[in-house]
């Protein structure tokens, strides 16, 4: 980590919400970064924010290739994955609790409404497809608890295509967003879970693993509803 990023991150800046204001927010208005997410020991963890407010890259794309039926995409962020499935004719919906990320979504072509995975969703138990990509997984600081919650959504053949961190990851860690120049929001909490951990979590949660597979040094795991 930077000398001059730690000492911007350690200066005193006043708080936002999280997801709901600066720096986040911020970011997705210009499209570009530094962003991070710093956890509470410190660890700074970039976030992509130049790649998420691009077009959908050729690691998207192995993961858009595997969509089924309708497509809902949890965390939609800034929509570039909502755009590419509504540019090929699939029916998809972006969810997200930034509303300058909705409005993002919306403003490029996409359908996105301005909620949360927990709240009640259009077309519960009908999704073909939800998406976790980005790091999603660790939504609410709870893998199961998520899981659970997608496996709600989706119908008896549904899926979930899930991007993965590293193997060895399984972690739950309050962070906050931070810009590396002493913006910051609140903190929240937040989980990342990697290849080897996620099975479990998916086989205690009403689903089964089946494809995994690696792009651009990028993991993805697709989960299938358990009968």
């Known amino acids: 980590m930077p000398a ?16 709901l204001a600066d720096p986040w927010a911020d970011a997705l208005r210009s499209g570009r970064g530094p962003l991070f997410l710093r956890g509470d020991d410190g660890r700074l963890l970039p976030l992509e924010i130049e790649r998420w407010c691009a077009a959908a890259d050729s690691a998207d794309a192995t993961v858009l290739d595997r969509c089924e039926g309708p497509v809902l995409d949890i965390g939609c962020g800034p929509g570039r994955l909502v755009h590419a499935l ?29 909620r949360s995975v ?8 009908r999704w073909g497809t939800v998406l976790l990509m980005d790091g999603n997984i660790g939504i609410g600081g709870d893998p ?9 959504l989706v119908g008896p053949e549904g899926q979930a295509l899930v991007e993965a961190a590293g193997p060895d990851v399984d972690e739950r860690v309050e962070v906050q967003v931070v810009d590396g120049r002493g913006a910051r929001g609140a903190g929240f909490p937040w989980a990342r879970v ?4 996620l099975p479990a979590y998916a086989d205690a949660t009403g689903w089964r693993v089946g494809r995994r597979w690696r792009a651009e040094g990028r993991s993805f795991v697709q989960l299938r509803r358990r009968r």
């Open 4 to 19: 001059a990023a730690t000492a911007a991150v350690s200066a005193q800046a006043p708080l936002a919400d999280p997801w």
């Open 86 to 114: 509504a540019a090929a004719g699939r029916p998809v919906l972006g969810i997200d609790v930034c509303p300058e990320a909705v409005d993002r979504t919306v403003r490029g072509g996409g359908s996105a409404l301005c």
């Open 118 to 125: 927990f709240e009640p969703l259009p077309s519960e138990g």
């Open 144 to 152: 199961a608890t998520l899981l659970g919650r997608a496996a709600e």
């Open 194 to 197: 990697g290849t080897r951990a």
